[in-house]
């Protein structure tokens, strides 16, 4: 275990959902830019940003300050925000990363299955077991600025710096599919699973990296026989409506995207985050499962050309990273990854299921690990 120090994000209580639902409970992402980190909750349709508030004495990297950037005041959301939170549509956003001025989020782009609940009748469950359903916000893809002024980062829907004029976008699609979906329900090898609920290694997105003009898409779901798969696409903007992409035909036979499949040992990937022209893999459960959790390094990853097969012998581990055990069993789920302090030679990982051992509830507060990386 390479683990070297800890993050202590601490959040403003005005900003949960609830007292029950609160931000730190559960981050599904996470980005570091300059000296400000952000964090999604995947139950949520906004941003958190925390400023780093150096390193105490105790070794700890302290995070605060905390502002809230609601997603509808920079993209159009296929169902807003409603006055009752109670009602929202979570964009279930499971990437982010910063890349040439813009952070980039993904929403997973799945369905889901309602769970069973033990004080429910058998007839009861038996219905939920059997409804299956998508909430209008998950098919995003989007881009939006990030301004710096007096080195403090903050979203903005468009705006100009460093002599470069930038805009918010996203992909196109709407409450029941993104251009993505569309394409890939030709697909040989994906088109089955679109319909398949993604905690049943139906499809779904949970990570995401921007190298230059591509884009890596991770997929948790599904692992066929094994093979765990990145989406590679390349995007366009419409050139009648600024706010909106489209995708690149780069792919074989005018395909908009690449597919590489790895054989990670029957994990799906929780997250991506290059380094350099490596790509690191969180590869984790793709069922509803816990552990193992991997950090897998692809070498040359982010430069790949065409589509791709990749072997286990291509595929060096970098670390085993915790999870929930023993009383902590079916908490602690790494979820986000990011590269930490200078020259990357660090991870910071986020937890989504955070045990109580991460929470502080007087501060509403939850921990975070970095761990150093190799080389």
């Given at each position: 275990m390479n683990k070297i120090e800890t993050a202590l994000l601490g959040f403003k209580q005005k900003f949960n959902l609830s007292d029950e639902k609160r931000i730190c409970d559960g981050l599904s992402g996470v980005v570091s830019i300059g000296n400000t980190l952000w964090v999604v909750n995947d139950e949520m349709t906004s941003l958190e940003r925390l400023k780093c508030q150096g390193k105490w004495g105790d070794g700890t990297y302290r995070y605060g300050d905390h502002e809230q950037f609601e997603l509808d005041k920079y993209i159009n959301l296929p169902a807003p925000s409603p006055s009752n939170p109670e009602d929202i549509q979570e964009a279930d956003i499971e990437g982010l990363d910063y890349s040439d001025g813009y952070?980039?989020?993904?929403?997973?782009?799945?369905?889901?299955?309602?769970?069973?609940?033990?004080e429910k009748s058998n007839k009861d469950n038996f219905e939920r077991l059997a409804k299956v359903s998508a909430d209008a916000n998950r098919f995003?893809?989007?881009?939006?600025?990030?301004?710096?002024?007096?080195?403090?980062?903050?979203?903005?829907?468009?705006?100009?710096?460093?002599?470069?004029?930038?805009?918010?976008?996203?992909?196109h699609g709407d409450d029941k599919s993104s251009e993505l979906t569309v394409a890939l329900a030709q697909d040989e090898h994906l088109q089955a699973f679109l319909s398949i609920p993604s905690k049943d290694n139906g499809f779904?997105?949970?990570?995401?990296?921007?190298?230059?003009?591509?884009?890596?898409?991770?997929?948790?779901?599904?692992?066929?026989?094994?093979?765990?798969?990145?989406l590679e696409i390349e995007l366009k903007e419409d050139e009648d409506k600024a706010s909106t992409m489209k995708l690149k035909k780069i792919g074989p036979d005018d395909r908009p995207y690449h597919k590489h499949f790895l054989a990670l040992?029957?994990?799906?990937?929780?997250?991506?985050?290059?380094?350099?022209?490596?790509?690191?893999?969180?590869?984790?459960?793709?069922?509803?499962?816990?552990?193992p959790v991997t950090l897998i390094n692809w070498p040359g990853g982010?430069?790949?050309?065409?589509?791709?097969?990749?072997?286990?012998?291509?595929?060096?581990?970098?670390?085993?990273?915790?999870?929930?055990?023993?009383?902590?069993?079916?908490?602690?789920?790494?979820?986000?990854i990011t590269l930490f302090g200078e020259n990357a030679h660090s991870v910071l990982i986020v937890y989504d299921a955070a045990s109580k051992d991460r929470q502080n509830n007087e501060d509403n507060s939850v921990t975070a690990d970095i761990f150093e990386l190799p080389g």
């Open positions: 952070l980039w989020l993904i929403g997973s782009h799945s369905l889901k299955r309602t769970k069973p609940k033990q995003l893809l989007a881009r939006i600025p990030v301004m710096a002024e007096n080195g403090i980062y903050a979203l903005e829907r468009e705006g100009e710096q460093d002599g470069k004029r930038r805009t918010a976008a996203q992909l779904d997105i949970e990570g995401v990296a921007v190298v230059g003009d591509r884009i890596f898409i991770g997929l948790r779901g599904p692992v066929l026989r094994g093979w765990a798969v990145i040992g029957g994990l799906g990937i929780r997250d991506l985050c290059a380094r350099g022209s490596d790509l690191l893999i969180l590869a984790g459960p793709t069922m509803d499962l816990d552990g982010t430069q790949p050309e065409g589509d791709s097969l990749v072997f286990v012998d291509q595929l060096p581990i970098v670390m085993e990273v915790p999870y929930g055990r023993g009383k902590n069993k079916g908490m602690d789920h790494a979820e986000g």
